[in-house]
């Protein structure tokens, strides 16, 4: 059964700083793509990051030069480094992965998978 477990979360302040991690289990996390979305109160639920099974990332414009999107294989981890946090990052951020194969053609195997979601709460 695969788990994602994110934690991190919690209240900051404008300008401040938080690291959001997600523990993958249950899966071949060295062949996953994995990303941190973000859902904030009325709006919807939107991609923050991204990193493929490579190493390579990606980023929503809002966040490019603020977060920085990591993983360690051994730890089946990955992270989100958010710095110059504003409030409109307020949001759930979720952890979500998927396995692929393939060395040219990447083909996904398997669902989606999601984490439970961290509240990130920035005051101004």
Same mark, same amino acid.
């Given at each position: 059964?695969?788990? &994602?477990?994110?934690?991190?979360?919690?209240?900051?302040?404008?300008?401040?700083?938080? /690291?959001?991690? %997600?523990? #993958?289990?249950?899966?071949?996390?060295?062949?996953?793509?994995?990303? +941190?979305?973000?859902?904030?109160? $009325?709006? !919807?639920?939107?991609?923050?990051?991204?990193?493929?099974? /490579? =190493?390579?990332?990606?980023? #929503?414009?809002?966040?490019? =030069?603020?977060? @920085?999107?990591?993983?360690?294989?051994?730890?089946? @981890?990955?992270? &989100?480094?958010?710095?110059? &946090?504003?409030? !409109?990052? @307020?949001?759930?951020?979720? %952890?979500? $992965?998927? !396995?692929? !194969?393939?060395?040219?053609?990447?083909?996904?195997?398997?669902?989606?998978? +999601? =984490?439970? $979601? @961290?509240?990130?709460?920035?005051?101004?």
């Amino acid at each position: 059964q695969v788990q &994602l477990v994110e934690s991190g979360g919690g209240l900051v302040q404008s300008g401040g700083s938080l /690291r959001l991690s %997600c523990e #993958a289990s249950g899966m071949i996390f060295s062949r996953a793509n994995m990303a +941190w979305h973000r859902q904030g109160p $009325g709006k !919807e639920r939107e991609l923050v990051a991204h990193i493929d099974r /490579r =190493g390579v990332t990606q980023y #929503a414009d809002a966040v490019k =030069g603020r977060f @920085t999107i990591s993983r360690d294989n051994f730890k089946t @981890t990955i992270y &989100l480094q958010m710095n110059s &946090l504003k409030p !409109e990052d @307020t949001a759930v951020y979720y %952890c979500n $992965g998927r !396995e692929y !194969e393939g060395v040219f053609v990447s083909r996904p195997i398997g669902p989606d998978y +999601w =984490g439970q $979601g @961290t509240q990130v709460t920035v005051s101004s």
